[in-house]
């Protein structure tokens, strides 16, 4: 079971903002990283480190982190941002150098 | 640009093993450490392992210690990932993905194409 824990699913109007959150011990001593991933594709990068964007990725994605949570804000969602979204960290348990989130479905309506 | 290409679809039986291959181009090979993240049907990502090119050494999930291995080609820009004893629950995606920094960020940046590996007897 993931150390990483999200959110199944969440949903957001077209144009609104949207947060999608992620928990864990480890988050307390680690940046997050997260992926978007669409259907029948390879995840992507999407943002990493304290809130930096890989060239391409629009800047209405943005991340931030609180204690044990980290949070992946989209400002201004649009259809295109419909995806499974995963957050990933290293792991605080000594188990293994990495863990992913269980992933969160965001729909757009 | 950076290239990640993966080999194709395997069909296994349980019990047996499985390599994948993953060929890297458009940058310094030995320079990123290499990644493999799995997805099982209908599920989430997990991290498997990554290696370092150019030192060859490797970390691993504990969930798969003992049963997988990873190498490198720094001949051909390859790593490989060989998946030993394997069950029906290993049936999934394999992707390998490049770190964004050389000193190992788990920031994984590029990603392969994915390999299916399919155990049924």
């Known amino acids: 079971s993931s150390e990483l824990t999200q959110d199944p699913a969440v949903s957001v109007a077209l144009g609104q903002t949207v947060r999608i959150t992620c928990q864990g011990d480890?988050?307390?001593?680690?940046?997050a990283s997260w992926y978007q991933q669409k259907p029948g594709q390879a995840p992507v990068l999407v943002i990493y480190?304290?809130?930096d964007r890989p060239s391409g990725i629009p800047d209405r994605f943005s991340g931030s982190s609180s204690g044990n949570t980290a949070s992946l804000t989209i400002t201004g969602a649009q259809a295109e941002d419909e995806a499974d979204y995963y957050c990933?960290?290293?792991?605080?348990?000594?188990?293994?150098?990495?863990?992913f989130g269980g992933g969160t479905k965001l729909t757009v309506l | 640009q950076v290239q990640l290409v993966q080999s194709g679809a395997e069909v296994k039986k349980p019990g047996a093993s499985v390599k994948v291959s993953c060929k890297a181009s458009g940058y310094t090979f030995t320079r990123s450490y290499l990644h493999w993240v799995r997805q099982t049907p209908g599920q989430g990502l997990e991290w498997m392992g990554r290696?370092?090119?150019?030192?060859?050494?490797?970390g691993y999930a504990q969930k798969f210690q003992g049963r997988v291995t990873m190498t490198r080609d720094t001949s051909t820009s390859t790593v490989y990932m060989e998946l030993s004893s394997l069950r029906s629950e290993d049936t999934a995606v394999y992707y390998c993905a490049r770190d964004l920094e050389s000193g190992g960020s788990c920031y994984l940046d590029y990603w392969g194409q994915g390999t299916l590996v399919t155990v049924s007897s």
């Open positions: 480190a304290k809130n």
């Open positions: 290696i370092n090119p150019s030192g060859d050494s490797t």
């Open positions: 480890s988050l307390r001593n680690y940046y």
């Open positions: 990933n960290s290293r792991d605080s348990s000594g188990n293994q150098l990495s863990v």
